[in-house]
């Protein structure tokens, strides 16, 4: 038993959303970068509109709206692709979280914190066993095993990235408090050090993100009958 082949539109918001992934931490090294760069120069006198100065800050204004709207646009790519996927795989497995749920657990506090990951390991739960069965039926040796043993690496490989994102969501949370608060030029300094941190954190969230993703649509694939 398999399920049925996966519309196009879906297998090729899995790949926008990885290339979106990969921009963010391109945008999000490049901010963190400049942030502490300009920590440095927070007591550096400026002479005129044309300092090196005040042209990296500028720059470095630009590229936060840019970080924000790659952030945003990401967000979009993956609730539709999750939704998706959350769509199919309630073909197999009724018992999960409808669609509109998965996707408000992203935004609902608290319930954020933790449930987005319990339904994406449902998920790949989901996908994994009717593969399981499959093979079973066809009486592969070692299919019970095998599919336990991509479960659990699953499990091991959200927990490390749902790890890094809360690191990365609460550092952001931080800075931004920081940078609020922020007076004089030690606050300016605080300010900038605490937001290229917090954007230099984003790395290891999203490249494991990208992996989730990655072994996620593999699994779908695999239910499938297709090469990932």
Do not use: Y
């Amino acid at each position: 038993m398999s399920i049925p082949t996966p519309q196009q539109g879906w297998r090729s918001q899995a790949r926008l959303l990885t290339m979106l992934l990969w921009l963010n931490m391109a945008v999000q090294l490049l901010a963190g970068a400049m942030c502490l760069l300009l920590a440095t120069r927070v007591d550096t006198p400026t002479d005129s509109v044309d300092d090196p100065g005040l042209r990296m800050f500028d720059a470095w204004q630009l590229l936060t709206t840019a970080t924000g709207l790659v952030f945003m646009l990401t967000a979009i790519v993956w609730l539709v692709w999750q939704r998706g996927t959350a769509r199919m795989a309630l073909r197999w497995a009724p018992e999960l979280s409808q669609p509109a749920w998965q996707l408000f657990n992203w935004v609902i506090p608290l319930i954020n914190l933790w449930r987005p990951l319990v339904d994406l390991r449902a998920l790949h739960r989901a996908f994994t066993i009717v593969r399981k069965d499959e093979m079973a039926a066809d009486g592969i040796r070692g299919s019970i095993e095998l599919a336990q043993v991509r479960l659990d690496d699953f499990r091991a490989a959200t927990t490390r990235w749902w790890a890094c994102w809360i690191t990365f969501a609460t550092a952001q949370l931080v800075a931004a408090w920081i940078v609020a608060g922020a007076s004089g030029t030690t606050g300016a300094r605080a300010g900038f050090i605490a937001s290229g941190i917090a954007d230099l954190l984003a790395l290891p969230a999203a490249f494991l993100a990208t992996r989730v993703v990655s072994v996620l649509t593999r699994r779908v694939a695999d239910a499938a009958g297709l090469r990932a």
